[in-house]
């Protein structure tokens, strides 16, 4: 089993950045990949990244790459992401996933956390 809690969500002005983090605790970190989806008042869940356990591999979706970024800290079981340049769009609860393998289906993902919300709007 594996605990995820995410922090981080507010509301911010567009263009501005913003910096999620997920604690994970329970089974060995090293073990899944880590990932954030996001969803919408009325939208399907969405992909946004994920990372393998190495962090050498590293997967965005078209419509953050350049403008998020994902990472991870194995000393504090933590993995990050980091938000520039946003925009009203990318308002959604975003949740922390762990899972066997980087992909978009949210059913491939095996751990979910609470969610935190980031509201984009001045």
């Known amino acids: 089993q594996v605990q995820l809690v995410e922090s981080g969500g507010r509301l911010v002005q567009p263009g501005g950045s913003l910096r999620l983090s997920c604690a994970a605790s329970?089974?060995?970190?090293?073990?899944?990949?880590m990932g954030w989806f996001r969803q919408a008042p009325g939208k399907e869940r969405e992909f946004v990244a994920g990372i393998n356990w190495g962090g050498g591999i590293t997967r965005h979706a078209n419509s953050v790459k350049g403008r998020f970024t994902i990472s991870r800290e194995y000393a504090k079981n933590t993995v990050y992401l980091q938000m520039n340049s946003l925009r009203p769009e990318d308002t959604a609860v975003y949740y922390c996933?762990?899972?066997?393998?980087?992909?978009?289906?949210?059913?491939?993902?095996?751990?979910w956390g609470q969610g935190t919300q980031v509201t984009v709007s001045s």
């Open positions: 996933v762990a899972g066997p393998r980087i992909g978009g289906d949210p059913g491939s993902w095996d751990y």
């Open positions: 329970g089974r060995t970190f090293s073990n899944y990949v």
